[in-house]
């Protein structure tokens, strides 16, 4: 076998040819601000207790840290579409994956790209739908933060009967020291005092 065949065998078969048009899928994000799930744009949510007692907490489906919450939420909206993609060049290829570079510089992987605008356009339909199903199943967590609230209400009652029960021990203790305290100074006082009639009525 010639060196020239040699490099012949070596070269990989391209799937594609510089020069060819394939089509891009894409989805352009746009942020917008939503009402919160939760609160509605109140700031608040109230949390039914087991007895029935109405109680009112801040909404932290919609709060940033120690900020607070501001009744919204910012999510993201996506458009449907597709671009040509002119293939000027190869970049790279590691295991089978294809990276190419269109005539503008811009890179993309082979496998994502699609031989026709329609196919690209349904693709890109269907990324969308997934991104979208990302972002239902974040409000549904956002929602599960009123289980939070609940949890939280009963956690911190808790401690403050803790703490109330801990201040009666202690304030019984300190009524308890006072009144020996004062005992004591009323047994001293009317030991002075019986000193000093006893020293009065001696003889000279």
């Known amino acids: 076998m010639t060196g020239k065949d040699q490099r012949m065998e070596n070269t990989l078969a391209m799937p594609f040819a510089i020069g060819q048009q394939m089509w891009e899928p894409i989805y352009p994000p746009t942020q917008v601000k939503t009402k919160c799930p ?47 993609f002119v293939i000027a ?61 609940a949890w939280s209400i009963r956690y911190h009652r808790k401690q403050i009967a803790d703490l109330e029960r801990r201040l009666l021990w202690h304030r019984s203790k300190v009524e308890s020291a006072s009144s020996s305290d004062a005992r004591l100074m009323d047994s001293e006082s009317g030991t002075a005092s019986g000193s000093a009639t006893n020293s009065s009525t001696e003889p000279s």
């Open 38 to 84: 939760v609160c509605f744009g109140s700031l608040a949510v109230v949390v039914i207790l087991g007895n029935g007692e109405r109680v009112g907490v801040p909404c932290e489906a919609c709060g940033i840290s120690y900020d607070g919450p501001r009744g919204y939420i910012e999510e993201w909206e996506y458009q449907i579409g597709a671009r040509p």
């Open 89 to 149: 060049s190869v970049q790279s290829m590691n295991g089978g994956d294809w990276v190419v570079v269109n005539d503008v510089g811009w890179t993309y992987s082979y496998a994502n790209l699609c031989a026709t605008e329609e196919d690209a356009i349904q693709r890109s339909r269907e990324h969308i739908e997934s991104l979208m199903e990302r972002q239902a199943e974040g409000r549904r967590h956002r929602r599960a933060s009123v289980k939070k609230a």
